[in-house]
C-alpha cells in the first residue's frame, strides 16, 4: 500500500513538472514552459520548484550550476539528462538568465 502511494505522488510530481520531450530545435523559453514551468512558474516565481527569477539564489549561481542541475536533477527535481541533449540545456540556461535580467 505505501509502495503504490509513493509510486502515485512520483508520478503525479514527475507530470505535474512537465516530463517530455522538446523538438530538437525548441528554443530556450519552449523548453521552459514545457518542462519547467509548471514546477518553477511560468514567470520563474516558483510553484513546486524555487523561484529562479532575478534575486534569487539561483540567479547567482554560475550556470554550470543550472546545467548540472537540468543534467542530474537536485532534490525533488528529476533529472532531464534523457530529454535534453547539451544544446538544448545550453538554451534553456540563456532563457532563464535572459529572464533573470
Known sequence: ???TVLVAVLAAVL???G???PPAD???EQ???L???NCHGVDLEGRIG???GPDTLTANQPDEFIVITVRHGRGRMP???SSLSDEQIARLVGYIREAQA
Do not use: D, H, N
Open 1 to 3: 500500500m505505501r509502495r
Open 15 to 17: 507530470t505535474a513538472c
Open 19 to 21: 516530463v517530455g520531450r
Open 26 to 28: 525548441a528554443t530556450g
Open 31 to 33: 523548453i521552459y514552459r
Open 35 to 37: 518542462l519547467c514551468a
Open 50 to 52: 524555487p523561484a529562479l
Open 79 to 81: 533529472s532531464f539528462s
